[in-house]
């Protein structure tokens, strides 16, 4: 799951879009608006509804670490009037498929909305509504720059999903006021949200394997967890069940289940049900630590 540069193409569709991408036929395909990840998908189809059709081009089941792009994937690149991508090295696989289509396409990095520092090597920004909101300004922003003649229907989207967005950032910020706000997660993927609604990430379970623990995978779990027996333990929605259930039985602790969006469904609505969801799994999981 941490392989965020495991990059991969189809043969036969980079030998049909490779050389001879210049003559892939543009003019018969509706334009679309690209994305790389399930929240930026459900997010610049708030932005554009009614405007241009928004197309992920992260297959079916697919994680965003782990790409091989079909030739629908390669074609909706060709028929991009823009590609709306993360960035933070998540999605760099955007860029062979770009070259390998030949598209013209503008390219919206929404990561770089936030002002990151460099340095930084976790990409899940998407997993704070603090950030998204910046994220989504920006490119309401940038696609009333790409098509100015909705300008005007685009910032109005953009600003009602703002209010949405915002909404859910403030739902969020009631867990400042919970007393234990102690965690423990089997996934690097929660700092930017821990980080800005007053969680405390006091240890993260890392290279967990993702088909069976070995005894000793276990046994460094249980270790871990033991350090820390007043913090609520999250997994995510991608690890094995089997993986999961046979933690919580050898350790003896609850695990709360998170959606990190990585997989699923990426309409319009996707982002902010999701988050909710996390919200309410978060909520319940931290109440009963107070106990």
Avoid at 70 to 82: C, D, F, P, V
Avoid at 183 to 203: C, E, K, R, S
Wanted: aromatic share 6%; charged share 20%.
């Amino acid at each position: 799951m941490e392989n965020y540069k495991k990059i991969g193409f189809l043969v036969a569709a980079l030998i049909m879009f490779g050389a001879g991408c210049a003559q892939a036929p543009k003019t018969e395909a509706q334009p679309v608006v690209a994305t790389t990840i399930v929240a930026l998908t459900s997010v610049t189809s708030n932005i554009l509804d009614g405007v241009i059709p928004v197309e992920s081009v992260l297959p079916k089941g697919a994680e965003p670490h782990d790409v091989i792009l079909s030739t629908r994937e390669l074609q909706t690149l060709t028929n991009a009037k823009a590609i709306v991508t993360l960035g933070l090295t998540l999605d760099d696989w955007i860029a062979n498929g770009i070259s390998a289509t030949n598209a013209q396409a503008s390219v919206v990095v929404a990561s770089n909305f936030l002002n990151l520092p460099p340095e930084l090597n976790d990409p899940h920004v998407w997993l704070s509504p603090k950030r998204m909101i910046i994220m989504s300004r920006g490119i309401a922003t940038r696609m009333q720059e790409i098509f100015p003649e909705s300008a005007k229907e685009i910032a109005e989207n953009g600003a009602a999903y703002e209010i949405e967005l915002e909404k859910l950032d403030g739902e969020f910020r009631a867990l400042g006021a919970l007393k234990n706000r102690d965690i423990v997660t089997l996934h690097d993927a929660f700092g930017y949200l821990a980080q800005d609604y007053g969680l405390n990430v006091v240890a993260v379970v890392m290279d967990l394997p993702e088909d069976s623990p070995s005894p000793e995978d276990v046994a460094r779990v249980i270790a871990m967890l033991s350090k820390y027996p007043d913090a609520a333990l999250f997994g995510e929605s991608e690890i094995s069940p089997a993986i999961l259930k046979s933690i919580a039985k050898d350790t003896g602790r609850t695990i709360y289940i998170l959606d990190p969006l990585e997989l699923g469904a990426s309409d319009a609505p996707a982002y902010v049900a999701a988050m909710k969801k996390n919200l309410a799994v978060l909520k319940e999981a931290l109440a009963a630590q107070q106990k």
